[in-house]
């Protein structure tokens, strides 16, 4: 049996929802692997509107396993939350359905805080995060003084947890003119929320050890996209997690070799929300439009996306960077009635051609987009369910994706609706 990772190949905002909703219907289990709540999932499952950001998105389906793993920062106060809304939706969500990894990292209060005042230092660029605390969660975590999941079981153990980051927290505060963190209300904070969190706290990389011994479908869920990877990125204006398909294993507790398929799901043409570099950005009428035809706001923060024509260049490194086997493209029926299209297949810098974003950050600045046009089309896309439903323009449109960024075509997706898609090969079958 197969098992199946699934990564936004862009900057995130793929329409990885709809393509991961399709695809869990068919796994026994989904797996999240890094992010936390910064990820923005919108789910219709039979008229029903879903709205997740820590959950997998199997938990909407029944008889699934949900797993977050130990690559994601969880906040426990906003998981509470979650799992409420969905239960007020008839959800159900028991620890049969939901796991916890028990050596997953916490984000607390404090982590917020610390990224939201970061952000309004204005000495230095903004990176535009969404505020979660998501970067100095796991700044904790590599510097070896996060909270996890299993400290939460043994009070003496959580308390000395919680000094160990408070020196470091507490040190960094007074610097940006911040209180110093009253560790007893958090330590009482945390011990309330407990109870909640260790219902589902589990050994995950046992379960799914012993799952994938038993045959079962593993969907590895992935959140946000390759090019906000901590390493891969447009860095600093990234992430703080990797991104990228080989962080599947690692944010699980599965060998590389568990993962069968990796599915990277490409929207026909590019957006970014928050700050950074963006070629091949549209910041006339035609940007607007794509903004406006594709409903660009941010799920989480209603923010804004900045839209642009396709990157074929960024795709092609992202499906090298997470080794995709095949491409979800998703709102082709976007670009429908634009006359002319532009890829962007190349960059201009300093007067030499190159076929890959540079990693120094004023090159990348220099890079200017080299364009190929193509004919658009007239006729609507929206809905088609088959090629004969495509017109032959928007066929070429896909077909030069292809070729462009050395991958095939798995799925064709156009129209939020699960049914308004075009299945090429099944990952899980493939
Ligand atoms: P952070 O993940 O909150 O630290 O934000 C870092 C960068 O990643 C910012 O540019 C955010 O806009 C971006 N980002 C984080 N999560 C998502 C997502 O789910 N979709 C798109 N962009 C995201």
């Known amino acids: 049996m197969a098992n199946v990772v699934v990564v936004g190949a862009q900057w995130g ?12 219907e068919r796994a026994d289990v989904i797996a ?3 992010g936390g709540h910064n990820a923005g999932h919108t789910l219709v499952v039979d008229g029903e509107v879903y709205k997740l950001s820590l959950l997998p998105s199997g938990i909407v389906r029944g008889g699934k396993l949900s797993v977050i793993g130990n690559g994601v920062v969880l906040d426990p106060w906003h998981l509470v939350k979650e799992i409420a809304q969905l239960r007020g939706q008839g959800v159900t969500i028991t620890p049969e359905t939901l796991m916890i990894a028990e050596n997953t990292p916490l984000i607390l209060p404090i982590h917020g805080e610390l990224d939201r005042a970061r952000e309004e230092q204005t000495s230095v660029a903004r990176i535009g995060t969404t505020g979660r ?17 299993a400290d939460l079981a043994d009070p003496a153990t959580l308390e ?17 003119g911040l209180e110093p963190v009253d560790r007893d209300a958090l330590i009482a904070a945390l011990q309330e929320v407990a109870p909640t969190v260790l219902e589902y706290a589990a050994p995950v990389w046992k379960v799914l050890d012993e799952k994938r011994r038993a045959g079962r479908r593993i969907l590895f869920e992935g ?21 990228i398909a080989g962080q599947a294993a690692t944010g699980t507790g599965m060998g590389p070799g568990a993962i069968d398929f990796v599915l990277g799901i490409v929207k026909a043409y590019t ?30 923060t209603g923010r804004k996306r900045r ?36 890829i962007c297949t190349g960059y201009d810098l300093d007067g030499e051609r190159i076929d890959y974003l540079p990693t120094a950050a004023d090159a990348q600045a220099r890079c200017v987009p080299v364009y190929e046009e ?16 495509l017109p032959a323009e928007a066929i070429k449109y896909v077909r030069r994706v292809e070729e462009l960024i050395r991958c095939p075509v798995a799925l064709l997706s156009t129209s939020p609706e699960r049914e308004d898609t075009i299945l090429v090969t099944d990952p899980f079958e493939d």
Not at 223 to 243: C, E
């Open 223 to 243: 959140a946000q996209g390759s090019l906000l990877d901590i390493d891969f990125g447009t860095y600093p204006f990234v992430t703080s997690s990797n991104v």
């Open 307 to 342: 839209c642009g024509w396709f990157d074929a260049v960024l795709v092609r490194q992202t499906c090298a960077t997470s080794g995709v086997n095949g491409i979800a493209l998703t709102k082709l029926d976007v670009l429908d009635g634009f006359e002319t299209l532009k």
């Open 160 to 176: 000395a947890r919680v000094d160990r980051a408070l020196v470091h927290h507490d040190a960094l505060r007074r610097g940006l």
């Open 133 to 149: 605390g998501i970067g100095p969660a796991y700044e904790d975590k590599v510097g070896r003084r996060a909270i996890r999941v």
């Open 374 to 389: 193509m004919p658009g089309w007239s006729q609507s896309t929206e809905g088609a369910r088959s090629w004969n439903d």
């Open 271 to 300: 957006t970014r929300v928050g700050e950074g570099p963006f070629p091949a950005e549209l910041k006339d009428a035609d940007g607007q439009r794509l903004g406006e035809r594709g409903r660009e706001f941010g799920t989480v």
């Open 13 to 24: 905002d793929e329409g990885k929802g709809k393509i991961v909703d399709w695809l869990s």
């Open 32 to 34: 999240r692997f890094q």
